[in-house]
């Protein structure tokens, strides 16, 4: 039983192209997140969404559209690739209300490479 | 903003051994929450240990067993009987107790167990 998943998990596509990668989860959390992780391994918060409204944007260049049709998805969707976005981008979710520590929990990411 | 470092960006240790990676912040808040994850060569983002500030007992799960000293804002693993298997990027993480706030990462440290 997949709880954050992905897809794809890879992507390897031209400059210029446009991609998108979805993310789903079955933990009934009511906030998801996009991270990205650059070639140092660096992890950084793109966005975050609670309950299909956009909460955070990381001054992300407006290339980057997340989107969430309802609580359990939110995909990401990029236009006009460029050399720089090659990266791993995770998508996370926690149960942001009501009691308990709220850890997140990620999917298995997806390694983003532009020729 | 919160911040969060890690000054060790490579350990390594021998089977068996104990090894201690640190971590760092800096923040505001009286209360927060503190987590160590785990990225083995998979690349998956796997949760080791949470702490929450408000609680002065460190937290223990199997091996794996925190130093929490909220004054000086340090939040360190330590790793006991270690395992080929416990080589991975450890990163830790910063994340406010109010609801929709991303996780702060430190850059990593990554461990190497030698047989």
């Known amino acids: 039983d997949t709880a954050v998943s992905q897809t794809p998990k890879y992507l390897v596509t031209q400059m210029g192209n446009d991609k998108s990668i979805k993310c789903e989860q079955n933990l009934g959390h009511d906030t998801m997140y996009w991270y990205k992780q650059d070639s140092k391994k660096f992890l950084k918060i793109m966005f975050s969404?609670?309950?299909?409204?956009?909460?955070i944007n990381e001054t992300v260049p407006n290339r980057f559209s997340p989107k969430s049709p309802d609580k359990a998805h939110l995909n990401l969707h990029i236009n006009s690739l460029e050399l720089g976005d090659s990266a791993v981008y995770f998508c996370?979710?926690?149960?942001?209300f009501g009691t308990g520590i709220r850890s997140q929990h990620f999917g298995d990411g997806t390694r983003l490479s532009i020729l | 903003a919160q911040t969060v470092t890690q000054s060790q960006p490579e350990m390594s240790v021998q089977e068996a051994e104990t090894v201690t990676l640190s971590c760092t912040y800096d923040t505001s808040e009286s209360d927060y929450y503190l987590f160590w994850y785990k990225q083995p060569p998979s690349r998956q983002m796997i949760l080791v240990i949470r702490q929450e500030a408000y609680k002065q007992q460190n937290a223990t799960e199997n091996r794996f067993s925190v130093n929490f000293q909220k004054a000086a804002k340090s939040f360190s693993l330590k790793i006991s009987d270690s395992q080929l298997g416990d080589a991975a990027m450890y990163f830790c993480?910063?994340?406010?107790?109010?609801?929709?706030?991303?996780?702060?990462f430190g850059k990593g440290t990554r461990l190497s167990v030698i047989a």
């Open positions: 996370a979710s926690s149960q942001d």
């Open positions: 969404y609670n309950n299909k409204e956009l909460i």
């Open positions: 993480a910063y994340r406010n107790p109010s609801g929709n706030t991303p996780l702060v």
